[in-house]
């Protein structure tokens, strides 16, 4: 069993509706990650955060440490957020060594 | 240009070749990592290195040779390159141990 699993696997829009990304895991972390990873490969980190939310333009992350819960949410949605979003767990154990979820492919039409 | 570059950026070679993919970084990083990434299960860790000259598996070592002469560079080193081992590569760092991490562009490497 994979500690981390995003949900859902694969989200469509239309440009400008609200998404939610979830991640949920189920180890002891020290803090939680989430990148962004564009057609062509690039990754990105988007955010880290170990308690509360935190917020960067359109971007909104929250983590929920006691339901052992995040969530990524982009509000007014736009086709350039079309992008893998990544979910990874810092678990403190071994400096660097994050454990990743799988992605959710998200496709935002015009 | 400052940042964390990799080469090449593609490469194809043979069963049993030796392929050496680079990662450069010019934040005087300490903390630097070699990823790779394959369909069905994201992103695994396959060495890091805390320093110059301290380098340590990750979840999966088996196949690669790294090392770390310099802060800057951060090379993985497939010694007898088998088709398992296609797959896209990432290179990243970190100021520290725990914080944010930066990432190369990816090096995909084909191994027929």
């Known amino acids: 069993k994979n500690e981390v699993e995003q949900s859902p696997q694969n989200l469509t829009a239309q440009e400008g509706e609200f998404i939610t990304i979830n991640c949920s895991y189920s180890v002891g972390i020290s803090a939680l990650h989430w990148l962004q990873q564009h057609p062509g490969g690039g990754i990105v980190s988007l955010f880290m955060l170990s308690s509360g939310k935190k917020k960067h333009g359109r971007l909104i992350a929250t983590i929920n440490i006691q339901e052992k819960h995040s969530s990524l949410h982009i509000t007014a949605s736009h086709p350039r957020d079309s992008a893998v979003y990544i979910c990874a767990l810092d678990r403190g154990s071994t400096l660097g060594r994050l454990y990743f979820g799988r992605g959710t492919q998200l496709t935002v039409w015009p | 240009d400052a940042g964390i570059t990799q080469s090449p950026r593609y490469k194809i070679t043979e069963t049993g070749r030796q392929v050496t993919l680079m990662c450069h970084q010019t934040?005087?990083?300490?903390?630097m990592f070699w990823y790779r990434q394959d369909l069905g299960h994201g992103l695994r860790l396959i060495y890091y290195?805390?320093?110059?000259?301290?380098?340590d598996k990750g979840e999966v070592p088996d196949g690669y040779v790294v090392s770390r002469s310099k802060t800057e560079n951060f090379p993985l080193t497939l010694e007898s390159a088998t088709r398992s081992q296609t797959s896209v590569y990432f290179c990243?760092?970190?100021?520290?141990?725990?914080?944010?991490?930066?990432f190369g562009e990816g090096s995909r490497l084909t191994v027929l």
């Open positions: 990243a760092s970190s100021g520290s141990g725990a914080g944010e991490l930066f």
């Open positions: 290195s805390a320093a110059a000259d301290i380098t």
């Open positions: 934040w005087s990083h300490s903390y």
